[in-house]
């Protein structure tokens, strides 16, 4: 990636708000319009442009005008950035599965105990004991799911130290590298020193053998030896820390895409925003949970790489793996910080962050940069201009911010926001953790996501900004309606499949080969349809955002919208695993006569929830339809402050007083 080929692109959205504080020219140095001329670079250009603003040449000689793939550095920047990102979200993606593997290993050695008890003739207390140990560990499982979720939280609260990392920087070092590149070697450092105690919290270092026996032979319960080999609070706290860090590096991404992409290619900064995050999230929770499985490790990957034998045990730790995903994030990082060149904020030294107002130093400091006669623009450019927290000061951003949230149009927005996810709680959070529990192993888990998932995440937001090109909203609730009765029904016909086939049992009359039909059928089916919604609904956010943020405040604003995004679907997480575990019953379970168990009664909390939700989300449709169509509609004006008309109004009033006196 060279960094000659944007080194102006920083300031392309700030450039155009400094025209307004420029004396106009002459109209003999009139330059020919934007759409003639290309907007420089590098410092050799600026002083040739200088040059060649005394002797303009002839119209039929001028320079064609930028085109399309000018700015392809910049989208292999963007996604190599976004995949970084994506990183440890897949890697805490995988946890999950890491906890109900544990769990289930516990209530084995639970299954264990019942049945050595059964050898004693102590039949009747065995099996309420056993009964009571499962009711235990299923709410503890779901209860540690609900913990693990708040790891996320951080992209949901970003914006609160956003304007921060707009105003305060290194002129030298750069804006957007004074913050990426130090957060990313945190990172990756953290990754590195830290993954030892990630496995070690979990309980992985020991081995499913020595915990059954200490469960079975010892006096404790199943519960206490989940207490005592699965601390997920620290494990929690671990995410939580990488989460902040990503979401920091979010902040910069976000802000720097919007000045890095010339200004017709910069709607399609959210295409590099999702095809990133979904390449970093696979390419960890994948590969992860792929290399970790032992059975896919002991067929697969070993004889493949012509390696030993090592039955019962996965190709990679998880310690291991995220050691290796730190290093891989600590290499990318020091390319970007040694190749990627900003344009030079040097010119009057020093670093900056303002608490107040910018104000005059940030206009000498841009017009510094300009040639004289290039600040004029189309009267259409005027309004297109970016002011954030840098020139204007951390304390006038946040007011700014506050002036969003109280528009009319951003508060049916929020609402929208906050909302939408709760019906899809179930799909997005528990639906695979259900198929594990109920036989789907780790193995098939992993081979859905690069197989379907991931090309479905790179290819439905392209297909689908041409399809609702200009109508995002369209999209989304296209999309949504399909989510929440469709893509729901499949789910439930995929999980009962899971478990009866699983189970030993046919699914319907045809016997064994039609009922691997029907369950790989419904398994695809419902991992597509998914992963084909959330796209389109994901995409259709971030287009729209792209498209109604107010460039007076520009990335913060935009991190406004992602903030409030985030959050919609991080609390119904913790809320819908918590749901899950208070509501399920476990079967109960006896001993029979030739000693087997056998397990009757018992109430999955998962299917009644997902009738309620979808009940609520039609209900949804029907109310909150009408408000997603009312702010589509609505015109650009209705999602600006208006706040630097009202600024210019007064100083014209100040210097009018002023002349008065």
């Avoid at 442009?49 to 910049?74: G, T």
């Amino acid at each position: 990636m060279s960094g000659s080929t944007n080194k102006g692109g920083l300031y392309q959205g700030r450039l155009r708000s400094r025209a307004r504080a420029t004396p106009p020219p002459t109209k003999a140095a009139t330059m020919p319009k934007k759409s003639q001329l290309s907007v420089p670079h590098t410092s050799s250009t600026i002083i040739a442009a200088d040059e060649d603003n005394n002797n303009p040449p002839p119209n039929d000689d001028l320079p064609p005008p930028p085109v399309d793939h000018d700015d392809r550095f910049n989208y292999a920047l963007l996604l190599a950035l976004y995949t970084l990102q994506g990183i440890p979200m897949g890697l805490s993606a995988s946890i999950p599965f890491l906890i109900q593997q544990k769990v289930q290993m516990l209530a084995s050695s639970v299954h264990h105990a019942t049945a050595a008890a059964a050898s004693d003739a102590a039949l009747n207390s065995a099996a309420a004991s056993s009964s009571n140990s499962l009711a235990e560990l299923t709410k503890t499982a779901y209860n540690a799911q609900a913990i693990f979720a708040l790891c996320s939280w951080p992209f949901s609260l970003k914006l609160l130290w956003a304007p921060i990392v707009d105003a305060c920087f290194s002129k030298r070092f750069g804006r957007r590298k004074s913050w990426l590149v130090p957060i990313q070697l945190i990172a990756g450092m953290l990754m590195v020193g830290g993954s030892g105690y990630v496995e070690q919290e979990l309980g992985l270092d020991n081995s499913n053998n020595g915990v059954a026996g200490a469960a079975a032979s010892s006096g404790t319960t199943a519960v206490e030896e989940a207490a005592k080999s699965m601390n997920v609070q620290g494990v929690t706290l671990f995410f939580f820390t990488l989460y902040f860090l990503m979401a920091t590096q979010d902040i910069a991404v976000d802000g720097w895409a919007l000045t890095m992409l010339s200004r017709k290619n910069r709607g399609k900064g959210p295409i590099c925003n999702s095809i990133g995050q979904n390449i970093g999230y696979f390419l960890s929770y994948v590969g992860f949970l792929a290399l970790n499985d032992a059975e896919s490790s002991e067929n697969l990957w070993r004889p493949l790489f012509r390696l030993p034998s090592r039955p019962g045990t996965g190709l990679v730790s998880l310690g291991g793996f995220v050691k290796f995903m730190g290093s891989f994030m600590l290499v990318i990082t020091v390319l970007v910080g040694l190749f990627k060149k900003e344009i030079d904020m040097s010119i009057e030294g020093g670093d900056c962050c303002t608490i107040g107002c910018g104000g005059d130093r940030s206009n000498t400091d841009m017009e510094t940069l300009l040639p004289k006669n290039d600040v004029e623009d189309d009267d259409d450019d005027d309004d297109e201009h970016e002011i954030d927290a840098y020139e204007i000061g951390i304390m006038e951003t946040y007011h700014r911010l506050w002036s969003v949230v109280k528009l009319p149009a951003v508060q049916s927005l929020i609402l929208i926001l906050l909302t939408y996810r709760l019906p899809c709680a179930l799909s997005d959070n528990v639906k695979f953790l259900k198929a594990v529990e109920f036989g789907l192993s780790k193995q098939t888990t992993a081979l859905l996501s690069p197989t379907i998932i991931l090309p479905l995440g790179i290819l439905v937001p392209i297909i689908g900004t041409k399809i609702w090109q200009g109508h995002p909203l369209k999209q989304f609730m296209f999309a949504y309606k399909f989510r929440v009765t469709f893509v729901a029904l499949v789910d439930v016909l995929m999980l009962l499949a899971v478990r009866s086939f699983r189970g030993g049992n046919t699914i319907l009359v045809g016997g064994e080969t039609m009922s691997r039909l029907i369950f790989w059928g419904l398994l695809i089916a419902s991992t597509a349809l998914q992963a084909t919604v959330h796209s389109l609904q994901f995409n259709a956010q971030m287009t729209f955002f792209a498209h109604r943020v107010d460039p007076a405040i520009g990335g913060s604003y935009m991190t406004l919208l992602n903030t409030f995004g985030n959050l919609g679907g991080t609390w119904p997480s913790s809320v819908i695993m918590y749901m899950i575990g208070q509501f399920t019953i476990p079967p109960d379970c006896s001993v029979g006569e030739d000693g087997s168990e056998v397990c009757t009664g018992g109430r999955d909390a998962y299917f009644p929830l997902q009738l309620v939700l979808s009940t609520l989300g039609c209900i949804w449709i029907f109310v909150m339809g009408k408000r997603v169509q009312h702010i589509a509609e609505l015109p650009d004006d209705a999602w600006r402050t208006h706040i630097d008309n009202e600024d210019e109004e007064e100083m014209q009033q100040l210097k009018k007083g002023g002349k008065h006196a």
